[in-house]
């Protein structure tokens, strides 16, 4: 028997199982985590002055920033958190420590701006029916070039951070391309924490451009932005200016032009003609005015750039954008400078959103609703393994073949929702129903390796190879028309069963490659 | 005594055995009865109402709202209370269950979501209906305009065909064969016509989950069926028959495993996506059984007989 265990532990099917399986565990990332999570950071609230940064929205879900303790006072859950905020009167500095630092905040008559949840044990992103929050289908009302869609889903980000909403996904959906269907296409924002009507507000909102000089606005998005440089040689890093070192850091500058309209230019001239020119003694130069031009979104200040002094008074059109960005390297600053380029310009062609959208679906689910269907759909994924379990003793009369099935079952579930987290797939009913499928198939798959390996007449006249390499050929049958059955839906229907298509894909790509040859050789070591 | 009851029933499966062997010609009106009724079902049902399938508000557009609840209550007073602030409208009121316990009211309505005040208007009606405030209440609401419910079907329908197209092209690459390729093909599509006409028949609406199912039974279907014909077509050892019994031995095990976890799934879950996908699974499975083991099975042996007759021997 130790010879077959040796064996069986040293067989590379097997090996790389338990490979998956690690690489899986390790991606899953079970932890125990205190505190709780922050979601995001609303703009110019008194937790944002304080330094605490806004949640970047693809980060893994266990390494984001925690609330830990309120005034040393740890903080358990998020009514608890809620609690202890409300119990602290304005105008007070408190100290709220987090997985990150300690931050000192002075609160308000207001809230300090964080929306927080409760910190996830694991890196398994929960669809928005499991976790809460609104789902809003949006279609355009004009056909929309790609490049198009991807300047609209960029625009509709940058609002939206704005409102300090950041945990958000944008993406785009389509139905069938002619001649099978319309070829229609659609927006979808998904925005956890959020209640339906936030969201709609946010989105029937007319996305206002301004830029303003002291107070006065010299030109709006829109109409007054004629055009945006976009390309290459148009915009990107600054061939004179370039790189360069400064200390420890380096900084490289971007540029890019846009083009006003005639009275824009009109009311620049205007609102700079009584400026001066800033002398900077630092540099011991005077290259510009000194009033900035501010951007303002839905009245929300977002960037400033300063005015070159040569603008002074002039109606020009044509007018270069500049900026920066650093980093620890070259590579890092160029990037971060790129970044920051593509965040202005976006800024500046929003308010010209290229198309009306209508709002086509929307869905919200209520995060209390949404942690009783996850113990809801564990208790049910439970139930139903140990049903199978019953079943397989009762068939087969033998541990030995009713316990490697179940850890084949688990296994499977275990590498699935590993895959999901690398790629960020998100797991939410319709992904759960295809975890079910996949499972469900792998099963019936090492029925048929059980049966056509130790069962019936045929045990004697085939040697081992040739047994399981029958029932592989059955089992690579039946894993193809599943596959092929799912492919159209992960382009139909404006994506709205593609988690479910996806994910049933997955399962049983992993339970063809991975699971079940291993469970045959668990077979043809321990049992032949 | 004992024994002569042992040999009673050693005789009735005998027997049973000796029908399903000898008989299966006769055996196969079954299933074709099945499939028979089952189109003339969804015939009479697009004749009657012009839709294949009873849709709700998922594909025909309207507003769901999902109030966490505990107490126990009664649905058809909730409905009666609601649909007599909304005559013109179909309001459809469920009590969502996990293991026996009320756990939330569903209530559906195909009210026109784009239309705020239909929407507070529903949501006042549930309100007082409930005697809650859904302010306080951590209450879940999906609206889906009308267009797109109409466009996804249409879309589902084509998925639905290039799958079972796909489908039939893999079966038929892998065998080579006409007929018993066919046969694969048409217990896929028995079993598809006989669930959709008994969730008609049991009046039960169907969504966006639905469709997934009936994609879901595509694959658990095909399954058993390809077993079968792997076995009888391409192994030599024993007889036809014996082939047929070792196929029915695994292939049971595999159906009565797939059933058993939908009948939990079916009792234990509180979400309406899987509800609907199992209880479709559950009717295809079952349909599946007799589509696999009487028809298809009829079906190949018929071919094995006209290929011997030509002198192949199979």
Redesign the interface.
């Given at each position: 028997m130790n010879h077959k265990i040796r064996k069986l532990i040293t067989n590379w099917r097997v090996v790389l199982l338990v490979i998956f399986i690690i690489t899986s565990i390790v991606a899953i990332h079970p932890v125990l985590s205190e505190g709780v999570a922050i979601r995001s950071v609303l703009t110019n609230s008194s937790a944002s002055l304080a330094g605490i940064p806004q949640p970047k929205p693809n980060v893994q879900s266990v390494a984001r920033e925690r609330i830990l303790s309120i005034n040393n006072k740890p903080v358990k859950d998020v009514e608890d958190y809620y609690t202890q905020l409300s119990g602290i009167g304005p105008n007070r500095t408190i100290t709220i420590k987090t997985t990150k630092g300690a931050y000192k905040i002075l609160t308000t008559e207001s809230d300090i701006g964080l929306r927080v949840f409760e910190a996830p044990a694991t890196n398994i992103r929960k669809g928005l029916d499991l976790q809460?929050g609104t789902r809003v289908?949006l279609?355009p009302e004009a056909k929309l070039a790609p490049s198009d869609v991807s300047v609209l889903i960029d625009n509709m980000k940058e609002r939206l951070n704005v409102y300090g909403l950041s945990d958000l996904a944008i993406r785009e959906a389509n139905?069938?391309p002619p001649p099978?269907?319309?070829g229609?296409q659609y927006i979808v924002v998904e925005i956890a924490g959020a209640t339906?009507e936030e969201v709609k507000e946010l989105l029937a909102k007319q996305g206002k451009f301004e830029a303003k000089v002291g107070n006065k606005t010299i030109f709006r998005g829109g109409q007054d932005i004629v055009y945006v440089a976009r390309s290459a040689n148009e915009a990107g890093i600054d061939p004179s200016g370039g790189c360069g070192k400064e200390g420890s850091q380096w900084f490289c500058r971007f540029r890019f032009s846009i083009t006003l309209s005639q009275e824009a230019a009109q009311s620049q001239a205007d609102a700079t003609r009584d400026l001066n020119v800033f002398y900077d003694p630092v540099s011991g130069r005077s290259d510009y005015l000194s009033e900035k031009l501010e951007l303002y979104l839905d009245d929300k200040k977002v960037d400033e750039l300063n005015i070159g002094a040569d603008l002074k008074g002039q109606a020009v059109t044509q007018i270069a954008i500049s900026g920066s960005g650093a980093g620890q390297n070259q590579q890092e600053a160029i990037f971060n400078s790129l970044q920051n380029m593509k965040r202005l310009q976006t800024i500046l062609i929003t308010g010209s959103l290229p198309v009306k959208l209508?709002?086509?679906?929307?869905?919200?689910?209520?995060?209390?609703?949404g942690e009783?269907?996850v113990k809801?759909?564990i208790?049910?994924s439970l139930?139903?393994i140990l049903?199978?379990a019953v079943?397989?003793s009762i068939?087969y009369r033998k541990l030995l073949i009713a316990i490697p099935i179940l850890i084949t079952m688990f296994s499977e579930l275990i590498i699935l929702l590993g895959i999901a987290a690398i790629i960020r797939q998100n797991i939410d009913?319709?992904a759960?129903?295809g975890i079910?499928?996949a499972i469900?198939?792998g099963?019936?798959d090492q029925?048929?390796i059980t049966?056509?390996t130790l069962?019936?007449?045929?045990a004697n006249?085939y040697n081992w190879k040739e047994k399981v390499k029958?029932a592989f050929?059955?089992i690579m049958?039946?894993y193809?028309?599943?596959v092929?059955?799912?492919?159209?839906?992960i382009?139909?229907?404006?994506g709205?069963?593609k988690g479910?298509a996806i994910t049933?894909i997955i399962g049983v790509t992993i339970g063809v490659f991975i699971t079940r040859p291993a469970y045959s050789a668990f077979v043809e070591i321990i049992l032949k | 005594m004992e024994q002569k009851s042992a040999e009673q029933k050693k005789s009735v499966k005998q027997s049973l055995f000796e029908i399903y062997d000898r008989k299966y010609k006769l055996l196969l009106v079954i299933p074709f009865l099945m499939l028979f009724l089952g189109l003339a079902q969804i015939g009479y049902q697009v004749h009657k109402t012009g839709e294949l399938i009873k849709k709700d508000v998922s594909l025909k557009g309207g507003v769901v709202v999902?109030v966490?609840y505990g107490k126990d209550a009664s649905v058809s007073l909730i409905e009666s209370q609601i649909s007599s602030r909304f005559p013109d409208n179909d309001i459809a009121v469920r009590v969502l269950r996990?293991?026996g316990a009320v756990?939330?009211i569903l209530v559906e309505a195909d009210i026109d979501?784009?239309d705020n005040l239909q929407v507070r208007n529903l949501l006042s009606a549930i309100e007082s209906s409930l005697n809650t405030d859904l302010s306080k209440?951590?209450?879940?609401?999906?609206?889906?305009?009308s267009?797109?419910g109409e466009?996804?079907f249409?879309?589902?329908l084509?998925?639905?065909a290039?799958?079972?197209l796909?489908?039939g092209?893999?079966?038929f690459i892998?065998f080579r064969t006409l007929v018993p390729s066919a046969a694969v093909i048409l217990a896929a599509f028995s079993d598809m016509v006989v669930a959709l006409a008994v969730i008609n028949l049991l009046g039960i609406k169907i969504g966006?989950?639905g469709?997934?199912a009936f994609?879901?039974l595509?694959?658990?279907s095909?399954?058993t069926d390809?077993?079968l014909t792997?076995r009888v077509l391409?192994?030599k050892?024993?007889t036809v028959m014996?082939r047929i019994i070792?196929s029915i031995?695994?292939g049971m095990?595999?159906t009565?495993?797939?059933i058993?976890?939908t009948i939990?799934?079916l009792a234990?879950?509180?979400?309406e996506?899987?509800r609907q996908?199992m209880l479709i699974l559950l009717i295809g499975l079952i349909a599946d059984i007799f589509n696999t083991w009487i028809q298809n099975v009829g079906l190949l042996r018929l071919y094995v007989e006209s290929k011997a007759k030509k002198g192949i021997q199979i």
């Open positions: 809460g289908l279609q139905d069938l099978l269907g319309t229609s339906e209508s709002i086509v679906k929307t869905d919200a689910i209520s995060p209390v609703l009783g269907f809801n759909a208790l049910m139930l139903a049903a199978v079943v397989i068939r009913m319709a759960i129903a079910l499928v469900g198939t099963v019936d029925i048929v049966d056509e069962k019936g007449e045929t006249v029958r050929l059955i049958l039946a193809l028309t599943v092929v059955a799912m492919i159209p839906l382009f139909a229907g404006a709205l069963l479910f049933t | 999902t966490p996990s293991a756990v939330g979501g784009n209440a951590d209450y879940g609401i999906e609206i889906i305009g267009s797109l466009s996804f249409r879309e589902s084509i998925a639905l290039i799958a079972f796909f489908m092209l893999v079966v892998y966006t989950a469709i997934a994609l879901m595509i694959g658990y095909v399954d390809i077993l792997v391409k192994r050892e024993g014996d070792s031995k695994t095990t595999m009565i495993i797939a058993i976890s939990v799934a234990v879950t509180q979400s996506v899987i996908i």
